[in-house]
Every structure is written in structure tokens, then in C-alpha cells.
């Protein structure tokens, strides 16, 4: 069973910048993309950004520019660097596979990015 642990979060004014950590347990990480989404209150949950295992990234028209997603696979860990953060950006973020690598996992807690002045 694999664990996903989503950290990072908090509340950060228009503007500011987050990096957010995933945390993958098992050695399975390696061979899946991966990717980070989102869902904010009484929206969809939506794929903001992918990274495949050979590295090669995708993002979302609404984050191209601001947001970049990096992987360290000796640490199963993926990264999200959120820049230029807007108020619309407010939302639960979580990682999972790239949907394109087969049946998701089971989702982690999430971790809360709220954009306020």
C-alpha cells in the first residue's frame, strides 16, 4: 500500500511563494509519473502539473510561468515550487500518479495553500 504525505502548505499573501514536498513510501516511486493537484471549495479536483520518469514536465494554463515540479527519486519525494501565487491558487493541494500511469493511489491528507492579504 502506498503512502502519500503532502507538506508544505500555510497561508502566504498574493505575490509570495510556497514549495510544497510529497512523500512517497515504497520503492515504486521511480518508474510512475507523477503529478500535483489541486481542489479548491466546491470545485473539481484538477491536475496542475505533471513530472514523468524521465523528467519531462506538463503544467496547467492557469500555473505555466509560476509553478515548477521537480522529483528527487532517491528520496521518493516530488516537489512543487509555487511562485507569483494568486488568491485563486487557494486550494487543497495533492500528489498522486500522473493520471496517465494507470489506476491512482489512494489520496494523502493534503496539505491547505491559502493566498490572503
Known amino acids: 500500500q502506498v503512502q502519500l504525505v503532502e507538506s508544505g502548505g500555510g497561508l502566504v499573501q498574493p505575490g509570495g511563494s510556497l514549495r510544497l514536498s510529497c512523500a512517497a513510501s515504497?520503492?515504486?516511486?521511480?518508474?510512475?509519473?507523477m503529478g500535483w493537484y489541486r481542489q479548491a471549495p466546491g470545485k473539481q479536483r484538477e491536475l496542475v502539473a505533471v513530472?514523468?520518469?524521465?523528467?519531462?514536465?506538463n503544467y496547467a494554463d492557469s500555473v505555466k510561468g509560476r509553478f515548477t515540479i521537480s522529483r528527487d527519486n532517491a528520496k521518493n519525494t516530488v516537489y512543487l515550487q509555487m511562485n507569483s501565487l494568486k488568491p485563486e491558487d487557494t486550494a487543497v493541494y495533492y500528489c498522486?500518479?500522473?493520471?496517465?500511469?494507470?489506476?491512482?493511489?489512494?489520496w494523502g491528507q493534503g496539505t491547505q495553500v491559502t493566498i490572503s492579504s
Open positions: 515504497g520503492s515504486i516511486f521511480t518508474g510512475y509519473g
Open positions: 498522486n500518479k500522473d493520471p496517465y500511469s494507470g489506476s491512482l493511489w489512494a
Open positions: 513530472i514523468r520518469s524521465g523528467a519531462s514536465t
